[in-house]
């Protein structure tokens, strides 16, 4: 997505729904594109490094592992594939990682994972894809195809920050499921994506009194 589309996407939501609108305006323009990731190998392997770390440790061990290759960038498949399991495991990955490393390095390798074919797919397609690696569920492809593949729209209904800031900012009494936010995201189509980084900003904001409650029964 260009600058134009993010403010496009932007006006969208705005116009569209008046709840979601109030705290867009409140929020500024969208920053999505500044979490872009490089490139395709690094997001991946970024993935895999970050489960269930803090934000700073998972940084920290992503930053030693990236210091094994050349220029500090991880460079191929070939190259992970060619780190013992002592090397990986001294960065401070587990050896459920440092298999879930092998096995993304593997399936690039022999081809059952093109990368650059995933630009070219769907999105269903492309999460297909990247759920067939050992350690990918569905969020994990979803946020590569937000944050890397540029995908605008993609609502992962399985992400709790979403779930919290939809039942915040639209006063649920409880926790929607995802057939209530998939109908409650229909009219952010085709920009989702840009819709929930908005719902996430909404997390570290106090939350208004809104005059406006679509969503009551």
């Not at 872009?36 to 392997?45: G, K, M, N, P, V």
């Not at 229909?186 to 996430?200: H, K, M, Q, T």
Request: charged content about 25%; overall charge positive.
């Amino acid at each position: 997505m260009t600058p134009e589309d993010y403010a496009r996407a932007r006006r969208l939501l705005m116009r569209r729904d008046p709840i979601l609108g109030a705290a867009i305006k409140r929020i500024g323009p969208c920053g999505m594109a500044e979490r872009q990731h490089a490139d395709h190998l690094s997001a991946l392997t970024r993935s895999i490094v970050s489960q269930q770390l803090s934000t700073k440790a998972a940084a920290t061990i992503f930053r030693r592992f990236a210091a094994l290759f050349p220029d500090n960038a991880v460079t191929s498949a070939h190259a992970i594939a060619r780190f013992d399991d002592a090397t990986l495991r001294g960065v401070g990955l587990s050896g459920q990682k440092v298999g879930y490393l092998r096995d993304l390095s593997a399936r690039i390798i022999d081809g059952r994972l093109e990368l650059d074919a995933l630009d070219r797919l769907p999105d269903e397609e492309a999460i297909d894809r990247l759920t067939s690696v050992k350690g990918f569920g569905r969020w994990t492809a979803e946020m590569f195809l937000m944050f890397r593949l540029h995908r605008p729209d993609v609502l992962p209904v399985g992400d709790l920050g979403i779930v919290k800031a939809v039942q915040q900012l639209y006063r649920l009494r409880k926790r929607p499921d995802a057939k209530r936010l998939l109908k409650i995201g229909e009219p952010w189509r085709p920009y989702r994506s840009v819709a929930c980084w908005y719902l996430w900003q909404t997390l570290h904001q106090p939350a208004p009194s809104p005059t406006i409650n679509r969503t009551k029964k």
